[in-house]
């Protein structure tokens, strides 16, 4: 078991499900069913849930993240974006930057997701970085390239000391909401390299750095991945929905 800066982390991401109601009953199942749990636990509700459910974990030791956040890092005429310091105000303490929906249907280039990376920290979030190849890439055998350069855009922009306080999360596109999932060894062998890549420019940095799997993650696959070396957690898409499921992947994480 990973323990330390590693001990395992297990977030859910809600994408945009969900309504008022059903999200206080999922908070309450997840705050009550995670009290006794070892592992670290993330919710990551759609903004403007966030300031209802940083009132109904007080207490709990599950921590609060958003989804997305503006590159902005003042205030300003951005109708529609929220700031790093608004995420904060709300109880944040992670921010997901670069998701591969945002990066497929909202513009997210490698430059604005360094960008993010950037105001995350900014304000004080730990911003979750996520990367990915899709299944065009994987086939055409360009996965490490791919992974690859998005960590190197948030490297170029950011440094490697930046990394101390980040997440990374490898979610492979064809894995997202498709029910397959990465077998513990293609998983490890991504967030291997991503670990190397860190190390070859710090190594304290690169082994207490948290690398997430995310993609159909559920109770079942759950103890398989996490048990391989460089996966410290899983972000979770669908499973974090269902209280019953998300516990599970939280209890496999927690052995
Ligand atoms: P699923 O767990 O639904 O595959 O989603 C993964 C994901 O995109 C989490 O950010």
Known sequence: MKTGLRAPLIAGNWKMHGALAESHALVEAVRDGAASMSARVLLCPPSVYLTSVAGWLQGSRIALGAQDLSEQTGSGAFTGEIS???LKDAGCE???VGHSERRALFGDTDARVAAKFLAAQFAGLVPILCVGETLE?????RTQAVVSGQVQAVLDAAGVDALEQAVIAYEPVWAIGTGLTASPVQAQEVHAMIRAMVAALNDTIASGLTVLYGGSVKGGNAGELLAMDDIDGGLIGGAS????EFLAICGAASI
């Open 84 to 86: 790093g310091r608004m």
């Open 94 to 96: 992670y921010v997901i």
């Open 137 to 141: 890439q994987r086939e055409q055998g």
């Open 241 to 244: 929905l269902k209280a019953d």
